[in-house]
């Protein structure tokens, strides 16, 4: 990756069309078809929810986050699901996909997605997903791609003008500030009795928790920032505009055709029809406009915004001039305005940093203090003085001095405070949280420090939203409505605010123990001989029977009390668990990263649970070259005279998960994985030969023995007269060995 459109020999496919056409599920389908996948999306909300389907798909040893604030990165991923600017492309991967690529227009980060579009590619196969605006430009920069228009899957209809109360459910209301948010929020509780709020200022933990109860009907009503136009997958059957213009950061303007039509398309799912309208007292949309909308009709993309890539760290001047470098395309325009361009210019002129940034290592690595987002929103000297005390420091000291950083995450660690503070603080945590992804920078605890800290607020943020604008059932006390009452109102009145600070205790304890559920990583939880699932002292679902034997489900057994919001995010959570299980359990012979008849063999043996017939495999066995032999070798396969199986899934632990899934997919209570340290046991009758095989074992006559066990004694025999110890050796008693022996073959006997 990296390379230019040409240099690699890739399939280029863009996929272009209105919204909920069902571009961005398929891209994610086709990448899950290849051995390993990136795509990059346009909003780290966006990048949550992907990555939560495709951990549900595969499990989340196999899955990569990277954002700005987020980095989950297991051992040995096989697809990353990423933000746009934060993709790693210097790992190759089959597939690779980019989402929403008309933000190539947008002023400030429309050159960070030109580039991707440009450059970034899969070894095999590429996606550019977007609108169907895009086509006419990128037909003209690429043209060897295949053009892949997608049609809308459901019907988009005008509604009207409506107000507050004529809502219908189910629907989404849409303004450009945070203000604007909370004051529709706090009108719809009052008419409605409860709504969520989704704005991009919110970390993913409490988007998660507000879109949960929006999914399972706690509230009918959404009120969002167009962040929701971004392919956000909300189950919203109306979409109405409260506002029709935005602050883009420079100016006041009315928002283009195609950005409302963004929007208002993510009204209708899959098949289901959806609508759009104004909000009184805003003027209903006109004829033309509404034709437009409903028809996807809108100008095509002429200009996308260009940055070079090409940057020359030898002093701050030349860096400064390459990144103004000349557009080299008509259809390219140089970007006008971007954050790190403006705070390089700004620290350029401070004497401390000016003095310093003296060699190209330097200059780069000032060039890397400038990408610290402006999470904050503050005035571009402010945000400067930040990255200059940052910059120095780096250039001193070579690491960020731990205290100094405590001390900053420290002031912000708190979650007292109404909405505003705790989103301010939220803001200046997501800095730290970006600061404290870049290793070489500082200490890796602050990464941990940061998240806690991000957690606490987010999880305090969700709880204000809840108050605020979810409405409660009255009390459970009612007041008499006598004299004595009225004397005693006091009192009571005490009572129920006792009450009150009861109930929000313990929503905010079961908060807090769902988020820690949903965050804790793999071995957090344990399993049980029964299939109980476990997190600490607490039982959360038990193991059952999926499409496959390497599919089982976890179907959840906790408390319905919980709510229905958190009840989908443990479910969510266990669904990545029940995948990891079995992904973690085969990691020695994962088959997706191998090639030839070695990849076909390990496929073999994931089928078996680790565990191969000789016979059912033996016409690739005989195809093996010395090189493929030493390929399986090197990753535990042995390949024996009766099976083939894998040594790392044949530890007690191996060996008990592999009888579980078995026990599970057959839905019977046998086979059991026999006592630690025991080779061979008592064959059950109705019990087949393949469950016994999956779990480590070869049934010989009466008994069934450990595979290994079985190799080794063939192998003795191979090289002398049948020992006295080969009873001992098998486990077998006197009595039963001949026929055990019979069983394995004409030398045994």
């Known amino acids: 990756m990296g390379a230019s459109a040409h240099d690699l020999d890739t399939t280029l496919v863009l996929a272009l069309g209105p919204t909920n056409t069902g571009k961005t599920h398929r891209a994610v389908t086709r990448m899950l078809e290849h051995e390993s996948g990136m795509i990059g999306l346009p909003l780290r909300l966006l990048a949550r ?28 991923p096989r697809y990353w699901v990423c933000t746009v600017e934060a993709m790693p492309l210097d790992r190759p991967v089959h597939f690779l996909a980019i989402d929403e690529v008309q933000l190539a227009a947008h002023r400030e980060r429309g050159h960070v997605f030109t580039d991707r579009l440009l450059h970034a590619r899969g070894t095999r196969e590429t996606w550019l997903l977007g609108a169907d605006t895009m086509a006419p430009i990128l037909r003209e920069l690429l043209p060897g791609a295949r053009l892949e228009r997608q049609a809308r899957l459901s019907a988009l209809r005008h509604a009207g003008r409506s107000g507050l109360g004529g809502l219908p459910p189910r629907s989404a209301i849409v303004a450009f500030s945070a203000a604007e948010v909370y004051d529709l929020a706090a009108r719809m509780r009052q008419k409605k009795g409860g709504v969520a709020v989704v704005l991009g200022a919110l970390s993913p933990r409490t988007r998660n928790a507000q879109v949960a109860l929006y999914e399972a009907r706690e509230v009918q009503y959404l009120v969002a920032t167009d962040a929701i136009g971004m392919g956000l997958n909300l189950d919203v059957d109306h979409v109405a505009f409260a ?56 100008p095509p993309v002429t200009r996308l915004v260009w940055r070079s890539p090409e940057l020359d760290f030898a002093s701050i001047d030349t860096l400064l001039a390459s990144l103004s470098t000349a557009a080299p395309h008509p259809v390219f325009t140089r970007v006008e305005q971007a954050d790190d361009f403006d705070v390089l210019r700004t620290l350029a002129d ?47 000291r070579g690491r960020l001095d ?23 603080r939220l803001a200046a945590i997501r800095v730290w949280t970006y600061v404290s992804h870049q290793r070489e920078w500082i200490d890796g605890s602050l990464e941990e420090r940061a998240r806690e800290v991000e957690d606490r607020l987010g999880d305090a943020l969700h709880e204000r939203l809840v ?99 958190a009840r989908s995010r443990i479910e969510r959570r266990m669904a990545a668990y029940g995948r990891d299980l079995v992904s973690e359990l085969l990691r020695p012979i994962a088959s997706h990263d191998a090639e030839g008849l070695v990849r076909g063999v390990l496929w073999q043996l994931e089928r078996g649970l680790g565990t191969l017939d000789v016979e059912r495999a033996k016409g690739e066995i005989a195809a093996l070259s010395d090189e493929d032999r030493t390929a399986l070798d090197k990753r535990g396969v042995v ?8 040594r790392g899934l044949l530890s007690a632990e191996a060996l008990r998960l592999r009888a579980l899934l078995v026990r599970v997919y057959r839905g019977t209570k046998e086979p059991r994985a026999p006592m630690r340290g025991v080779v061979s046991t008592a064959r059950l009758k109705d019990v087949p ?33 049948t020992p006295n110890e080969i009873g001992s050796w098998l486990g077998v008693r006197s009595r039963e060995l001949p026929k055990v022996l019979a069983a394995l073959g004409d030398r045994a006997r």
Request: with cysteine; charged share 35%.
């Open 49 to 76: 929810e992907v990555y939560d389907r495709v951990t549900r798909a595969v499990g989340e040893s196999q899955v990569a986050l990277v954002t700005g604030e987020e980095k989950r990165v297991p051992r040995a």
């Open 243 to 298: 506002a029709v213009e935005k602050f883009d950061g420079r100016e006041h303007r009315p928002l283009e055709p195609a950005e409302l039509g963004q929007i208002a398309g993510r009204a209708g799912r899959y098949q289901r029809d959806g609508t759009f309208g104004t909000l009184n007292p805003l003027p209903g949309f006109s004829e033309k406009l509404v034709a437009r909308l409903e028809e996807h009709r809108f």
């Open 350 to 396: 401070r004497p401390r940093v000016r003095e310093r940034a003296i060699g190209e290592d330097v200059v780069r690595l000032l060039w890397d203090v400038c990408q610290i987002p402006d999470y904050r929103k503050l005035t571009i000297l402010d945000h400067a003085s930040l990255l200059e005390e940052i910059f120095v420091t780096l250039v001193e």
């Open 402 to 424: 731990p205290g100094w950083v405590d001390r900053h995450v420290q002031r912000i660690d708190r979650v007292e405070g109404e909405i505003d503070e705790l989103t301010a």
């Open 467 to 565: 108050e605020r604008f979810v409405a409660r059932a009255p009390r459970a006390m009612s007041i008499p409505r006598t004299e004595e009452a009225a004397r005693k109102g006091g009192f009571f009145a005490q009572i129920g605010d006792m009450l009150d600070d009861v109930r929000r205790a313990e929503e905010r304890d079961r908060e807090s123990r769902v988020a820690r559920i949903v965050e804790a990583p793999h071995d957090a939880f344990q399993i049980d001989d029964a299939g109980v699932v476990s997190w600490g002292d607490e039982e959360l679902g038990k193991l059952v029977a999926g499409r496959d034997l390497l599919s089982p489900r976890v179907v959840l057994t906790v408390d319905d009390t919980i709510g229905a919001g």
């Open 639 to 646: 390949i024996g005279s009766r099976t083939v199986f894998a």
């Open 689 to 721: 030969f393949e469950s016994y095989l999956a779990v480590g074992f070869l049934p010989l006559g009466p008994r069934v023995v450990r595979v290994d066990v079985v190799e080794r004694v063939l192998a003795r025999l191979r090289e002398q007269e």
